[in-house]
């Protein structure tokens, strides 16, 4: 059967034609829906964001005259204080600003002479300023007049009684168009201030600002040394991730930021630390920037919160802490607990090895207070240490051992094949299969004690309780370089040498037993391997002679432990053992490897090759290395 279409009338749309119409209408309304829902709507997200970022940011320090510089006493008299005192802390707040810019430690001091405190928080126009600012912002096109770093704030009640635990100080301003700034600084028994903000909005309109906190530092640390040892510069936990920023890198990279609800941040120093710490859970941006200011660059840590309205004869307040005091793993964990910081011993840079240097921080603390003396801690905890470690280290020292007694057979395989490196290497293999011997056997414990014994050398670097720890005779700071030097002839001498021949006693016993221990190993079979080893005690006893004499002592001790244990184990397996004079096997076999051929057998082809001989000789050659110390293939 046949349909008839009928024609369309004059004026009408066909059907076909009116659906594809609305289907295209649709398609258009749903593209521009999820264009505007997709691309548009966080576009101008982010513009709003930056725009209100750009307005709402904490205030950088401008440039400082170096001409102006002040001395720290004469800089803290220039405004008028309320003071701080407490056990630990003594300082004051600068009413020009509401400024925390002056701050020591009581308990601790610059010398071991305890005259001078630490001094950690220092006012602008001295020489290395830090301090602590607190205050609000408003956004693009607010013009409400805000209290800025010099702005006079005065005392709420009048009292000039100090800040301390049991008594908090309420600084007040006005703006005069009807709003009312007060801060409330409190502060317990330790390290932890409170600066509670409070805005108290007498205008007929609402006003919405937001709070911020910054911490200032222009220069570098007096005492900042570059290290790889620990982080010292912008620190902080944010975003469930620990942010460490080198001031170097800000050098490059003059701003980073960070949003977080919670965490902390701030700058931190060998010992010391000082940092903002939310004390609520809401939504911030933290800065880590660099500007310049005149002849020495800022360097400035800030927290910015997220606006808060203020309607019309209301008020709100906004609390943040801030930590200023030395890094104690007790005092830290304890601010963890009791205030819920989280990961707040983070501050301190136990490192990649942390499950090692945790525990050891612990056990050489608990041996420190017990015993009574930090430097007798030292040498305990050495001891306990060499004795966990014995086990490997005697596997060590008995490979080392038994390398030394086939040393008169090697000399004559050397001398036999001295023309033929193939069967020299062969005939090699087959005496290190005879004699169950292994060369590499002996490195792989020592491997394992690398992060032991680094970790215990970062303990003792980083450690609170080696500052102005006393050693006997001469050292009366462990955490200081050995004072005496082999250029002042110990001291007889009344001259002061540049650093770089700063040579004291202690790192010349430590290079002494390094020299030792080389004494009790085999020689080396290559020639230039064995000149290295022979260069390394005195690099090494250069390099240590500017740490702290607390390492040195600690590395050199170490080494007295190895040396017995290496020299009683050697008489064990009936090798002899001379300090002072070569045997006529170690001078016959330098000379030996010195005119070659060398050998330079991998780990994995000796043990391949001592599973492969069975009294048979291998035929198997390995390519001679190639200039420049790369090994050619097999």
Same mark, same amino acid.
């Given at each position: 059967m046949t349909t008839n279409q009928m024609p369309n009338q004059p004026g009408q749309m066909h059907p076909q034609d009116k659906r594809n119409m609305i289907l295209f209408f649709v398609i258009c309304v749903l593209t521009f829906m999820g264009y505007d829902h997709f691309v548009q709507k966080p576009q101008r997200a982010a513009l709003e964001v930056a725009r209100t970022q750009a307005a709402a940011q904490a205030p950088v320090a401008g440039v400082i005259d170096t001409q102006s510089i002040l001395s720290r006493a004469d800089a803290v008299a220039l405004n008028q204080r309320i003071a701080i005192d407490n056990p630990d802390l003594l300082g004051s707040i600068s009413l020009k600003g509401g400024r925390l810019d002056d701050l020591s430690l009581r308990q601790y001091f610059d010398t071991v002479e305890k005259k001078t405190p630490v001094t950690l928080l220092s006012p602008a126009r001295t020489d290395t300023p830090l301090?602590?600012?607190?205050?609000?912002?408003?956004?693009?096109?607010?013009?409400?007049?805000?209290?800025?770093?010099?702005?006079?704030?005065?005392?709420?009640?009048g009292s000039r009684a100090p800040l301390s635990k049991d008594n908090p100080v309420t600084l007040t301003w006005a703006n005069g168009q009807g709003l009312t700034f007060e801060k409330t600084y409190t502060l317990d028994d330790q390290y932890m201030f409170t600066v509670t903000q409070t805005v108290t909005n007498?205008?007929?309109?609402p006003v919405a600002l937001h709070p911020y906190a910054a911490l200032t530092r222009q220069g570098l640390p007096a005492d900042f040394v570059k290290n790889a040892i620990m982080h010292e510069g912008p620190i902080?936990?944010?975003?469930?991730?620990?942010?460490?920023?080198?001031?170097?890198?800000?050098?490059?990279?003059?701003? $980073?930021?960070?949003?977080?609800?919670?965490?902390?941040a701030g700058f931190t120093d060998k010992y010391w630390f000082t940092g903002i710490i939310p004390a609520d859970v809401t939504d911030k941006t933290f800065r880590f920037i660099r500007a310049d200011a005149g002849a020495k660059p800022v360097y400035q840590i800030d927290m910015t919160g997220a606006p808060i309205s203020i309607a019309p004869g209301a008020s709100v307040s906004h609390a943040v802490r801030s930590f200023v005091g030395p890094k104690k793993?007790?005092?830290l964990d304890g601010y963890k607990e009791t205030l819920d910081i989280r990961r707040f011993d983070l501050v301190i840079d136990f490192g990649m090895f942390w499950f090692l240097t945790i525990p050891f921080f612990h056990i050489l603390t608990w041996l420190g207070h017990s015993i009574g003396s930090f430097a007798i801690a030292i040498l305990v905890f050495?001891?306990?240490?060499?004795? $966990? $470690?014995?086990?490997?280290?005697n596997k060590s020292y008995r490979s080392f051992a038994r390398m030394r007694k086939i040393q008169p057979e090697m000399v004559a395989i050397r001398e036999r094949y001295s023309d033929d490196r193939v069967k020299l290497q062969q005939a090699i293999f087959e005496l290190y299969k005879r004699e169950n011997v292994n060369p590499m056997a002996g490195c792989l414990p020592l491997l394992l004690q690398i992060p032991i014994f680094f970790s215990l050398y970062k303990v003792l670097y980083i450690t609170l309780e080696m500052r102005h720890a006393p050693?006997?005779?001469?050292?009366?700071?462990?955490?200081?370089?050995?004072?005496?030097? $082999?250029?002042?002839?110990?001291?007889?001498?009344?001259?002061?040498?540049p650093s770089i021949l700063q040579l004291g006693?202690?790192?010349?016993?430590?290079?002494?037993?390094?020299?030792?221990?080389?004494?009790?190993?085999?020689?080396?079979?290559?020639?230039?391997?064995?000149?290295?080893?022979?260069?390394?005690p005195i690099i090494i006893t250069a390099l240590m002679a500017h740490m702290p004499a607390g390492l040195v002592i600690y590395w050199s001790w170490s080494n007295c432990l190895s040396i017995v244990q290496q020299y009683v184990l050697m008489r064990q397996e009936g090798v002899e053992v001379s300090f002072f004079h070569k045997s006529s096997a170690d001078k016959k076999m330098e000379e030996m490897v010195a005119h070659g051929p060398h050998i330079h057998p991998a780990a994995e082809e000796i043990a391949e090759d001592?599973?492969?001989?069975?009294?048979?000789?291998?035929?198997k050659t390995v390519t001679p290395p190639k200039k420049g110390g790369k090994k050619g293939k097999r």
């Amino acid at each position: 059967m046949t349909t008839n279409q009928m024609p369309n009338q004059p004026g009408q749309m066909h059907p076909q034609d009116k659906r594809n119409m609305i289907l295209f209408f649709v398609i258009c309304v749903l593209t521009f829906m999820g264009y505007d829902h997709f691309v548009q709507k966080p576009q101008r997200a982010a513009l709003e964001v930056a725009r209100t970022q750009a307005a709402a940011q904490a205030p950088v320090a401008g440039v400082i005259d170096t001409q102006s510089i002040l001395s720290r006493a004469d800089a803290v008299a220039l405004n008028q204080r309320i003071a701080i005192d407490n056990p630990d802390l003594l300082g004051s707040i600068s009413l020009k600003g509401g400024r925390l810019d002056d701050l020591s430690l009581r308990q601790y001091f610059d010398t071991v002479e305890k005259k001078t405190p630490v001094t950690l928080l220092s006012p602008a126009r001295t020489d290395t300023p830090l301090y602590l600012d607190y205050g609000w912002l408003a956004d693009a096109g607010i013009t409400t007049k805000l209290p800025d770093a010099n702005s006079e704030w005065r005392l709420k009640d009048g009292s000039r009684a100090p800040l301390s635990k049991d008594n908090p100080v309420t600084l007040t301003w006005a703006n005069g168009q009807g709003l009312t700034f007060e801060k409330t600084y409190t502060l317990d028994d330790q390290y932890m201030f409170t600066v509670t903000q409070t805005v108290t909005n007498k205008t007929t309109q609402p006003v919405a600002l937001h709070p911020y906190a910054a911490l200032t530092r222009q220069g570098l640390p007096a005492d900042f040394v570059k290290n790889a040892i620990m982080h010292e510069g912008p620190i902080g936990y944010l975003g469930n991730t620990l942010h460490e920023t080198q001031y170097k890198d800000l050098d490059k990279k003059p701003r $980073v930021d960070f949003t977080s609800k919670d965490g902390w941040a701030g700058f931190t120093d060998k010992y010391w630390f000082t940092g903002i710490i939310p004390a609520d859970v809401t939504d911030k941006t933290f800065r880590f920037i660099r500007a310049d200011a005149g002849a020495k660059p800022v360097y400035q840590i800030d927290m910015t919160g997220a606006p808060i309205s203020i309607a019309p004869g209301a008020s709100v307040s906004h609390a943040v802490r801030s930590f200023v005091g030395p890094k104690k793993l007790d005092v830290l964990d304890g601010y963890k607990e009791t205030l819920d910081i989280r990961r707040f011993d983070l501050v301190i840079d136990f490192g990649m090895f942390w499950f090692l240097t945790i525990p050891f921080f612990h056990i050489l603390t608990w041996l420190g207070h017990s015993i009574g003396s930090f430097a007798i801690a030292i040498l305990v905890f050495t001891v306990i240490l060499r004795l $966990v $470690v014995f086990p490997l280290a005697n596997k060590s020292y008995r490979s080392f051992a038994r390398m030394r007694k086939i040393q008169p057979e090697m000399v004559a395989i050397r001398e036999r094949y001295s023309d033929d490196r193939v069967k020299l290497q062969q005939a090699i293999f087959e005496l290190y299969k005879r004699e169950n011997v292994n060369p590499m056997a002996g490195c792989l414990p020592l491997l394992l004690q690398i992060p032991i014994f680094f970790s215990l050398y970062k303990v003792l670097y980083i450690t609170l309780e080696m500052r102005h720890a006393p050693f006997f005779g001469w050292i009366h700071d462990m955490s200081a370089p050995d004072p005496l030097s $082999v250029f002042t002839l110990f001291g007889l001498i009344d001259w002061t040498p540049p650093s770089i021949l700063q040579l004291g006693i202690w790192p010349i016993i430590m290079g002494v037993t390094l020299m030792l221990q080389q004494r009790l190993n085999p020689p080396m079979q290559d020639p230039t391997q064995a000149k290295v080893m022979q260069l390394m005690p005195i690099i090494i006893t250069a390099l240590m002679a500017h740490m702290p004499a607390g390492l040195v002592i600690y590395w050199s001790w170490s080494n007295c432990l190895s040396i017995v244990q290496q020299y009683v184990l050697m008489r064990q397996e009936g090798v002899e053992v001379s300090f002072f004079h070569k045997s006529s096997a170690d001078k016959k076999m330098e000379e030996m490897v010195a005119h070659g051929p060398h050998i330079h057998p991998a780990a994995e082809e000796i043990a391949e090759d001592l599973e492969a001989i069975e009294g048979k000789i291998i035929e198997k050659t390995v390519t001679p290395p190639k200039k420049g110390g790369k090994k050619g293939k097999r």
